[in-house]
């Protein structure tokens, strides 16, 4: 972060596009950061994995990776450790969501070789999200993350609304009632 732009410790948002899993989409990248950098926030982008490589845990362990280096070099980006939030759009709310859910697990803190606590995020904002197989859903994003070939303990990780606990950040969840690719039954199961 330039001293010339920033004064002092700023909160962090951390951007998660959408896209399906199958891509990062652009409108909902660097125009969300620059419209939280206006607003008092250090910004991040994170194209995470996706595609044929999303499978499970990899954009997971991304976000992960993200906020981790973001607390551990909070001075050097002129961030608040403990603000550190995340938004995401559709696919991307689903990675929010994802990382908001599970942050603690075993694997993600082992695999990263890092404190589980460095992965957890302040807040998060869930827009228009992919949440569950629960309700009607957008398949596409499931089919990419899991796999079409998939078992319950694939599908319970996946579900985040099976998954919100005390551990669970708080957040921020906003969707339309007509969302025609994401149904809002996604966001109330969340909620």
Not at 114 to 141: F, M, R
């Given at each position: ?21 199958q ?47 973001i ?27 994802f ?52 078992n ?40």
């Open positions: 972060a330039s001293p010339e732009l920033t004064k002092g410790r700023r909160p962090a948002m951390v951007v998660f596009p959408g896209g399906g899993y891509f990062t989409s652009d409108r909902e990248a660097e125009p969300i950061a620059s419209a939280y950098f206006a607003e008092g926030y250090n910004t991040f982008t994170v194209r995470y994995i996706t595609g044929d490589r999303a499978k499970v845990a990899n954009p997971l362990l991304d976000a992960a990776a993200a906020i981790a280096h607390r551990q070099n909070a001075e050097k980006y002129c961030v608040d450790p403990d603000k550190i939030a995340v938004i995401g759009f559709s696919a991307g709310g689903h990675l929010a969501g990382i908001a859910t599970q942050w603690h697990l075993p694997f993600v803190s082992g695999k990263l070789g890092v404190d589980s606590e460095l992965c957890k995020p302040n807040a998060a904002i869930l827009c228009y999200p992919v949440v569950t197989q629960n309700v009607p859903t957008h398949e596409g994003s499931f089919n990419y993350l899991l796999g079409f070939e998939r319950d303990e694939l599908n319970h990780m996946g579900n985040l609304d099976e998954n919100v606990d005390e551990r669970t950040c708080p957040c921020f969840i906003w969707h339309t009632a007509t969302d025609e690719a994401v149904p809002v039954a996604n966001s109330l199961a969340f909620a």
